[in-house]
């Protein structure tokens, strides 16, 4: 079983290399981004909850995405195994993570921290903006989200590295070339 964990600021490209990933190994995508627009979506209380963190750049609540994750997890079982994508995204989620996959006898096999500069992370997030029609896609909630990604989320680094499970990947260059170095970081283990 293969368990990833891809990590990276906004706009690091998690969401694209998730997808090359899932192509290859076979592995079940789960998104917390994904899930909780899709929550948004339907406009239920829990919605607009969720939207009223998410449009502000502003992370949603542990216990909420904590109990969400374990819910997806066990309607989609998959044997060769999961990316977790824009989860965990703080301390106490990495740890809960572990915790609900050490229940289920799973654990994380490898973290691949997609590392991209500040000013290609602002470009890529203002270009998806124009077509992705997220909330969350204009500039000032971009920078929030970085701001809230430097204090809140890059700590999550340091505990995967406790656990010898961290691996930096170049995130610079085109989607076949980062693909290209994920694949051998995923191969090496
Ligand atoms: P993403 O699509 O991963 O960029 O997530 C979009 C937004 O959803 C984030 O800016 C947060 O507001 C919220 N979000 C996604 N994943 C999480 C998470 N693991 N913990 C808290 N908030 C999250």
């Known amino acids: 079983m293969l368990n990833v964990v891809i990590f990276g600021a906004p706009g690091s490209g998690k969401g ?7 192509e290859k190994y076979g592995l079940e995508h789960l998104s917390t981004g994904d899930l909780l627009r899709a929550e948004q979506k339907t406009q239920s209380d829990l919605g607009k909850l969720i939207e009223s963190y998410t449009s502000q750049g502003n992370l949603v609540p542990d216990d909420l995405i904590i109990s969400m994750l374990a819910k997806v997890l066990d309607t989609k079982m998959n044997k060769k195994g999961y ?6 995204r703080t301390t106490a989620q990495a740890e809960a993570l572990k915790v609900m996959l050490a229940e289920r006898d799973m654990k994380v096999s490898v ?3 997609l590392n991209v500069t500040e000013e290609e992370l602002i470009t890529r997030l203002l ?6 029609g997220r909330s969350d896609d204009h500039f000032e909630t971009i920078q929030k989200r970085i701001q809230v990604y ?5 700590p999550v680094k340091d505990f995967y590295k406790k656990e010898g499970l961290a691996t930096d990947i170049e ?6 070339e980062i693909f290209a170095r ?5 191969d090496a283990l």
Do not use: E, W, Y
């Open 16 to 22: 694209t290399q998730s997808a090359f990933i899932v």
């Open 83 to 88: 990316i977790f994508d824009g989860f965990p």
């Open 111 to 113: 973290m691949l921290d």
């Open 127 to 132: 270009n998806r903006g124009k077509t992705s």
């Open 150 to 154: 430097h204090s809140q989320t890059a």
């Open 171 to 176: 995130g610079l260059g085109t989607m076949d």
């Open 182 to 186: 994920i694949t051998k970081a995923i």
